[in-house]
């Protein structure tokens, strides 16, 4: 009787526990586990040099080109080194873009050089040029609400600067005049358009990035580059004269057939639960400009060398499944992410997680999610065991990285571990984007913050939805 008593006490207990603290996301085994790959992450430079190997070795890798086909030859040889399983490329077709002659002057009436640089998508101005009065605005939308009358025949100028701040916040307003302003300034008539820079570096390299995807034929949009900051401060003085100003633009890019791009995928496959997915990513393609470096080198690297670190520190593999995926052609509209969500829909109810490094190789600071409410506690669990990085628990909005969109919209749990970006608008899309800029203790923060995450995603048996 006592020990049927004993029995029926410990059952309330654990069912008490269960209802009052569905914390066992982590057990005290698996914080032991989680602090030593945080530890050997110290020791351990290899996502250091994962982003020497992929830049200097292969260089910018833009979308669709020759040199993406040999950074997804470079994954899958590392990859396969580190001993990753089912290692492999799925393939998709992107359309190519290939940057040309890049020249702007300014012609009248004070005679000189601009620093430009064509956005991708961009059609060309022959190579005679496109030579024009400008017309400046201080916003895209003051551009949407000009008169035909003002713009016609012109140079549009779109004078808009982007805030800089820790998380990036300022990007998603100032890239909406790089998406449209082709577009809007072609059904006003204008012979090509300008903008400032998208970015926050005072420094004289033009910041490119991609255009809004066409849609039908009529709308090619007018020519457009980018100008360095200092050039767009610079036209701008120039305006203040009250004076006509005339500027000739010479961009002479072509676009050219769809080709061949993929996403580069390789496993660490589950112990128990094979067919549960913890999906960790980052991208393989870069603007043409640097070597990709910050934009996304970096996050290759961190994806890369916490795998590592998870298969030479564990004795044994995590429960679940986790699948590193380096997309393709993420720069020129995040089409491996479509393809990967489309390949692979019928498996994201089994993907338990995602997330993506992709915003350089500053210092994580915040762990923000995405997950049921009901699921927070789990999720707060895991994002203790951070703790001790200097990463503080954030929002339930995550947003993921860019090749997350379809999951996120899918359903897929997305988890952010945020970055320092203070600066990763100084150099992103530009030719000064290049390794030097990496900070390699920074990036062994970044290695262990991940390393310790994907084990622990991978080897709790909570769900997050
Ligand atoms: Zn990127």
């Known amino acids: 009787m006592k020990l049927l008593l004993a029995l029926f006490a410990v059952g309330l207990g654990s069912m008490y526990a269960e209802a009052q603290s569905p914390v066992s ?49 470079w994954a899958v040889e590392k990859l396969q080194v580190l001993g990753l399983q089912n290692v492999r490329v799925e393939p998709f077709q992107v359309p190519v873009w290939l940057r040309g002659v890049e020249l702007g002057e300014i012609v009248s009436p004070f005679p000189q050089s601009l620093t430009i640089t064509a956005l991708g998508g961009s059609s060309s101005t022959g190579k005679q040029g496109a030579e024009a009065e400008v017309v400046v605005f201080d916003s895209l939308s003051a551009l949407q609400h000009a008169s035909r009358i003002q713009v016609e025949g012109k140079i549009v100028f779109i004078d808009e600067v982007m805030v800089r701040s820790r998380d990036g916040a300022g990007y998603g307003l100032a890239v909406q005049k790089r998406l449209a302003t082709a577009y809007v300034s072609e059904q006003l008539g204008a012979v090509a358009a300008l903008i400032r820079s998208v970015g926050t570096s005072s420094h004289r390299f033009a910041h490119t990035g991609q255009m809004r995807q066409a849609g039908a034929d009529a709308e090619v949009g007018v020519p457009m580059a980018a100008l360095a900051a200092p050039d767009a401060d610079q036209l701008k003085r120039a305006l203040g004269y009250g004076k006509p100003v005339t500027v000739k633009l010479v961009i002479t890019p072509q676009r050219l057939p769809p080709a061949s791009s ?92 995602a997330t993506e490094s992709d915003f350089g190789s500053g210092d994580i600071w915040r762990f923000d999610s995405r997950v049921e409410e009901e699921k927070l506690l789990q999720m707060a669990a895991i994002a203790k065991v951070l703790e001790p990085l200097g990463i503080a628990r954030g929002n339930n909005t995550a947003r993921g990285g860019p090749d997350l969109k379809y999951l996120r919209e899918m359903g897929v749990p997305i988890v952010s571990l945020l970055q320092d970006g203070q600066d990763y608008f100084d150099f992103h899309h530009t030719a000064d984007d290049t390794f030097d800029k990496i900070a390699p203790r920074a990036l062994d923060q970044n290695v262990a913050a991940y390393a310790a995450f994907m084990y622990l995603v991978a080897e709790t048996t909570a769900e997050f939805r």
Request: proline letters at 4%.
């Open 25 to 73: 996301a982590v057990t005290p085994a698996m914080t032991a586990t989680a602090n030593q790959l945080l530890a050997s992450a110290r020791q351990d430079n290899q996502g250091y040099e994962l982003v020497r190997s992929l830049t200097t070795e292969v260089g910018p890798r833009l979308a669709g080109t020759e040199a993406e086909a040999r950074a997804r030859q």
């Open 262 to 353: 993929g996403n580069v995928i390789g496993e660490i496959v589950g112990r128990e639960a094979p067919q549960e997915i913890v999906l960790v990513g980052a991208h393989l393609d870069s603007w043409d400009l640097g070597t990709g470096a910050v934009d996304d080198g970096a996050g290759i690297g961190i994806v890369l060398g916490a795998a590592k670190l998870i298969m030479q520190q564990l004795p044994q593999g995590p429960r679940r499944t986790i699948r590193v995926v380096l997309f393709g052609a993420e720069e020129v509209g995040t089409v491996g992410a479509k393809a990967y969500a489309r390949e692979h829909a019928a498996e994201l109810p089994d993907h338990i997680v």
